[in-house]
């Protein structure tokens, strides 16, 4: 993929020609030179530039597929075994398919008195599954689990055959979210004994949001990203990657964003605020991609004059596609 970058560029002609010129002379040795200083930084920086590891299994009755692509992750070794945890543990607590887990115990538990204690994972949830309760009106009930049944809809052997009226309304009788309380202190105290839960509308994208949380926490942080993105060798390799057409606007498809090369410093809040404000005060664009060059470029060991190398070589695709006086 990272010699592909180069070559692309080249055979599908979005380098221009004639070469790029500096002062009014002709300068194929620079242009060969910029090409093997781009070609060196991807050997460098970027050899395992776009790899994809694929994570998949079983969880909550059904199965798993996750892609990562690896080249904003330090670390994907341990990915699949923390991630394989994770769900593990929001299954155990939220799975209806398993006769122990804590689901499972209350829909058994036939008290009113004592509190069912939870874990913060279940108690998550059902905060959530009582404001999306309240938010709809009662349309969303995580209660209604055995009229589904009754229905033939859900687990039940039942099929094709519509149930009584005095059926459903028996069965109405131990429906009703608000027949829970919810405790602050991590339990549930039900207020009718037959009441049952089912989260799986809602704990499959708990399962989701933990799981990109895992993922999110291995990779490069965004502000990172959103930091390191302005320096001349990524908006140079946006220019060679992309394509514009009338009036010189850049124009970037996603297959395109995925190959551009993007060198990773370490940033925060504070840095990224800090940034801001100096775009804010610089005089123009070209004066702030040369002091973000210095920071971000110097950051992964290029040269003051490396770093002029790739910053001329943009400005003079930007110009040649804007039609600006050379």
């Known amino acids: 993929m990272e010699s592909l970058i180069i070559h692309g560029a080249i055979e599908s002609e979005k380098l221009p020609d004639p070469p790029i010129t500096y002062d009014g002379k002709d300068t194929v040795k620079k242009n ?4 093997a200083l781009i070609f060196s930084i991807i050997i460098l920086a970027g050899c395992g530039l776009k790899k994809e590891v694929r994570i998949s299994g079983k969880t909550m009755g059904t199965t798993y597929t996750i892609k990562v692509v690896t080249w904003f992750y330090e670390d994907t070794e341990d990915l699949k075994e923390n991630i394989g945890s994770r769900l593990e543990a929001i ?4 799975s209806t398919y398993r ?11 036939r008290n009113t008195r ?8 279940f108690h998550h949830v059902m905060t959530i599954a009582e404001k999306l309760h309240a938010l709809t009106e009662g349309a969303w009930d995580g209660t209604v689990k055995p009229l589904v049944n009754l229905w033939g809809f859900g687990a039940s052997d039942r099929k094709n055959e ?17 027949l829970i309380r919810i405790s602050e202190s991590l339990y549930l ?6 009441v049952s839960l089912n989260l799986a509308s809602i704990a499959k994208g708990y399962a989701v949001d933990e799981v990109a949380a895992i993922i999110q926490a291995k990779g490069v942080k965004p502000e990172a990203l959103v930091f390191s993105f302005v320096n001349s060798l990524t908006c140079l390799s946006a220019e060679m990657e992309g394509r ?5 606007v850049l124009e970037l498809v996603p297959s395109e964003i995925e190959r551009l090369l993007i060198p990773i410093v370490e940033a925060n809040s504070a840095l990224l605020k800090a940034a801001d404000q100096k775009y804010r005060e610089s005089v123009n664009d070209i004066e702030f991609l040369s002091m973000r060059d210095s920071y971000v470029l110097g950051k992964i060991g290029l040269s003051g004059a490396e770093q002029t190398c790739l910053h001329e070589a943009w400005l003079k695709l930007r110009n040649r596609r804007q039609r600006l006086p050379e």
């Open 162 to 178: 519509i149930p009584e009226k005095r059926e459903v309304k028996a069965m109405l009788a131990d429906i009703g979210f608000d």
């Open 91 to 94: 299954n155990q607590s939220m």
């Open 114 to 121: 004592d509190n069912f204690h939870i874990s913060e994972d």
């Open 189 to 194: 105290k039900k207020k009718k004994a037959t």
């Open 99 to 109: 006769k122990d887990s804590e689901i499972s115990r209350f829909n058994a538990f």
């Open 244 to 248: 514009h057409y009338g009036g010189g």
């Open 32 to 35: 060969i030179g910029i090409l």
